[in-house]
């Protein structure tokens, strides 16, 4: 049975949540492009309840601007950034894996600790993306001086590829940000938080380092290093508890492995590694790195239920098709629909030539692509006469919408600003295919039977009819 979505807001469908915090939902989510693109993607939604306080939308839209800026294997990208109909999202690549701490979590259950050897190599994928963080500019070329404030084992995921990724820089600390953190708020996980930080003090690159090398310590001995039955007894104990040698619950730690460790759990920010990329190559210089292949098997095995589970939702997402009876309705729709024009805050561009009713159409026909194309309805045969028009003939839309205060909008294509606040536009241009013929009217009688506006192919899926759409 198809899965229908939560909701459709603009070309993104979100379906169930992954994750949840007090700020946010991570969703599954389907990008629906024309033509018949789309793309799974995950989606973390504002929750309703805070879109309308500034404090919240702007961090928000840091967020977003902080992860835009970072490029990196080893940190998961931020493609979009959506503000529109009172939502507010953020756009990220999908992963297909589970987070580090979940996956600590089930290796304990089973009564085993992570290999040596993965340990570590995850770990120093998450520097080196840290690191790529901590190095970011701005587009003027002038250092941002991003600190992350919030690794943890939580923000850290690791996919069936083998590839451990940084995620959620939502605290993080960046020059220019709109929105930081006042005096006296600590905002992150205690049990992670450096010396410095939890004394509410300056932080710079070396309190990612400490929170890393805790992660690292947690990971190899499975056990939390500054635990406690609440927030006051962590407190406590990461301000004023030494830190055990991680060799006394994991004997496979090597001394050399295990001064790495402590040097980078050092209390004085000048006493530990200077940046996250010097700990990360004398880790490499001790452990001979496991293969991505290795550690993706690894990542199976541990949450086998769980990634399967999450990838038969991904199957049946983009498997789905839209019901014929909304199918219907929308062709029946586009065919009684007046002209688009600048009434609608559409326009066409000076330098085309298309005819008004000609840009009617191809508009109509790309609204249809992308909410039949994009949930999976097949529009287009390899190889039989009932393809489309040529790709080069449909319309490019390109869309700009803000909020009050908005950011510029983040996507996977170059930077673009935010139209004015409180503010959308539309904008249209289509070009015809070389030497194509002038097209029948849009209102003109088709030539073919349009009862039933589609055929089926040998693989019992529909095909619609071009003539049908015209």
Same mark, same amino acid.
């Given at each position: 049975?198809?899965?229908?979505?939560?909701?459709?807001?603009?070309?993104?469908?979100?379906?169930?949540?992954?994750?949840?915090?007090?700020?946010?939902?991570?969703?599954?989510?389907?990008?629906?492009?024309?033509?018949?693109?789309?793309?799974?993607?995950?989606?973390?939604?504002?929750?309703?309840?805070?879109?309308?306080?500034?404090?919240?939308?702007?961090?928000?839209?840091?967020?977003?601007?902080?992860?835009?800026?970072?490029?990196?294997?080893?940190?998961?990208?931020?493609?979009?950034?959506?503000?529109?109909?009172?939502?507010?999202?953020?756009?990220?690549?999908?992963?297909?894996?589970?987070?580090?701490?979940?996956?600590?979590?089930?290796?304990?259950?089973?009564?085993?600790?992570?290999?040596?050897?993965?340990?570590?190599?995850?770990?120093?994928?998450?520097?080196?993306?840290?690191?790529?963080?901590?190095?970011?500019?701005?587009?003027?070329?002038?250092?941002?001086?991003?600190?992350?404030?919030?690794?943890?084992?939580?923000?850290?995921?690791?996919?069936?590829?083998?590839?451990?990724?940084?995620?959620?820089?939502?605290?993080?600390?960046?020059?220019?940000?709109?929105?930081?953190?006042?005096?006296?708020?600590?905002?992150?996980?205690?049990?992670?938080?450096?010396?410095?930080?939890?004394?509410?003090?300056?932080?710079?690159?070396?309190?990612?380092?400490?929170?890393?090398?805790?992660?690292?310590?947690?990971?190899?001995?499975?056990?939390?290093?500054?635990?406690?039955?609440?927030?006051?007894?962590?407190?406590?104990?990461?301000?004023?508890?030494?830190?055990?040698?991680?060799?006394?619950?994991?004997?496979?730690?090597?001394?050399?492995?295990?001064?790495?460790?402590?040097?980078?759990?050092?209390?004085?920010?000048?006493?530990?590694?200077?940046?996250?990329?010097?700990?990360?190559?004398?880790?490499?210089?001790?452990?001979?790195?496991?293969?991505?292949?290795?550690?993706?098997?690894?990542?199976?095995?541990?949450?086998?239920?769980?990634?399967?589970?999450?990838?038969?939702?991904?199957?049946?997402?983009?498997?789905?098709?839209?019901?014929?009876?909304?199918?219907?309705?929308?062709?029946?729709?586009?065919?009684?629909?007046?002209?688009?024009?600048?009434?609608?805050?559409?326009?066409?561009?000076?330098?085309?030539?298309?005819?008004?009713?000609?840009?009617?159409?191809?508009?109509?026909?790309?609204?249809?692509?992308?909410?039949?194309?994009?949930?999976?309805?097949?529009?287009?045969?390899?190889?039989?006469?009932? %393809? =489309? @028009?040529?790709? &080069? #003939?449909?319309? !490019?839309? +390109?869309?700009? $919408?803000?909020? /009050?205060?908005?950011? *510029?909008?983040?996507?996977?294509?170059?930077?673009?600003?935010? %139209? =004015? @606040?409180?503010? &959308? #536009?539309?904008? !249209?241009? +289509?070009?015809? $295919?070389?030497? /194509?013929?002038?097209? *029948?009217?849009?209102?003109?009688?088709?030539?073919?039977?349009?009862?039933? @506006?589609y055929t089926w192919d040998e693989m019992g899926r529909k095909v619609y009819k071009k003539e049908c759409l015209e």
């Amino acid at each position: 049975m198809d899965k229908p979505p939560l909701r459709v807001i603009g070309r993104y469908a979100l379906y169930d949540p992954l994750a949840s915090g007090g700020m946010a939902t991570v969703h599954l989510g389907r990008l629906l492009g024309p033509v018949g693109f789309s793309r799974t993607v995950a989606i973390k939604r504002l929750h309703e309840q805070f879109t309308t306080d500034p404090e919240f939308v702007s961090s928000f839209l840091d967020e977003a601007r902080i992860a835009a800026r970072i490029r990196h294997p080893n940190v998961v990208p931020t493609l979009d950034v959506v503000a529109t109909d009172g939502q507010l999202f953020l756009v990220m690549e999908y992963v297909q894996g589970e987070s580090l701490s979940r996956l600590l979590r089930a290796t304990a259950e089973r009564g085993e600790r992570v290999p040596v050897q993965i340990a570590v190599t995850v770990m120093i994928a998450a520097l080196h993306g840290l690191h790529a963080a901590h190095e970011a500019t701005s587009e003027r070329g002038e250092p941002l001086g991003i600190v992350h404030r919030d690794v943890s084992p939580q923000n850290v995921m690791i996919g069936v590829d083998g590839v451990a990724r940084v995620l959620d820089f939502g605290i993080a600390k960046a020059a220019g940000r709109i929105q930081d953190t006042r005096d006296g708020q600590l905002k992150g996980k205690i049990a992670y938080m450096s010396p410095e930080q939890l004394r509410s003090e300056p932080v710079d690159r070396r309190t990612d380092v400490y929170a890393a090398a805790v992660v690292l310590w947690e990971t190899l001995t499975a056990r939390r290093l500054f635990a406690g039955d609440n927030d006051a007894a962590v407190l406590a104990r990461a301000l004023t508890a030494t830190a055990e040698r991680p060799s006394a619950y994991a004997p496979d730690v090597t001394p050399a492995l295990e001064a790495v460790v402590m040097r980078g759990l050092e209390r004085d920010p000048n006493a530990r590694w200077q940046t996250a990329r010097d700990m990360a190559l004398a880790l490499e210089t001790l452990v001979p790195p496991a293969t991505p292949t290795r550690i993706g098997a690894w990542v199976e095995q541990v949450a086998q239920k769980t990634l399967a589970s999450r990838a038969a939702s991904v199957k049946e997402i983009e498997s789905g098709s839209i019901p014929e009876e909304r199918a219907s309705r929308i062709l029946s729709e586009l065919r009684s629909a007046p002209e688009l024009g600048t009434d609608r805050s559409m326009s066409t561009p000076a330098a085309t030539t298309t005819p008004p009713s000609r840009t009617g159409l191809v508009v109509a026909i790309a609204a249809l692509s992308l909410v039949v194309g994009g949930l999976g309805t097949v529009l287009v045969v390899k190889g039989r006469a009932h %393809a =489309p @028009p040529p790709i &080069a #003939s449909a319309p !490019v839309v +390109a869309v700009s $919408a803000s909020v /009050a205060s908005a950011a *510029p909008v983040v996507s996977a294509a170059p930077v673009v600003s935010a %139209a =004015p @606040p409180a503010t &959308a #536009s539309v904008t !249209v241009a +289509a070009s015809a $295919a070389p030497g /194509a013929t002038a097209p *029948p009217h849009p209102h003109a009688a088709p030539t073919v039977d349009c009862t039933t @506006p589609y055929t089926w192919d040998e693989m019992g899926r529909k095909v619609y009819k071009k003539e049908c759409l015209e």
